[in-house]
Nanobody, 120 residues
Framework: VQLVESGGGLVQPGGALRVSCAAS????????MGWYRQAPGKERELVAR???????NYADSVKGRFTISRDNAKNTVYLQMNSLKPEDTAVYYC???????????????WGQGTQVTVSS
């Protein structure tokens, strides 16, 4: 299973960005899909997660500003980030739990990360 992230970049405070993560490979089913981030000198933290039935949860620091969504037909998860702040600057990582074709268990996969920088 491969995860390809896109959409990161440089944005001014108050601006918006959308990052995407597309999963490919011999996927039978995807359970949860989510985004983590890691800022320099800090631990990786959960930003948002969405389950297969559409239930979402968010870090308190992004509630009301970020929205996670998924397109099951495309095996893709999105993170719409609005009202961005300098403290949102980090590498954003896609994270999914997927069941591969022919297997009975789920495995966690990570994307390579995409840089989001919020600065004027």
């Amino acid at each position: 299973v491969q995860l390809v992230e896109s959409g990161g970049g440089l944005v001014q405070p108050g601006g918006a960005l959308r990052v995407s993560c597309a999963a490919s490979g011999s996927i039978f089913n995807i359970g949860f899909m989510g985004w983590y981030r890691q800022a320099p000198g800090k631990e990786r933290e959960l930003v948002a997660r969405i389950t297969s039935d559409g239930t979402t949860n968010y870090a308190d620091s992004v509630k009301g500003r970020f929205t996670i969504s998924r397109d099951n037909a495309k095996n893709t998860v999105y993170l719409q980030m609005n009202s961005l702040k300098p403290e949102d600057t980090a590498v954003y990582y896609c994270n999914i739990g997927a069941r591969r074709s022919g297997l009975s268990s789920y495995t966690t996969y990570w994307g390579q990360g995409t840089q989001v920088t919020v600065s004027s």
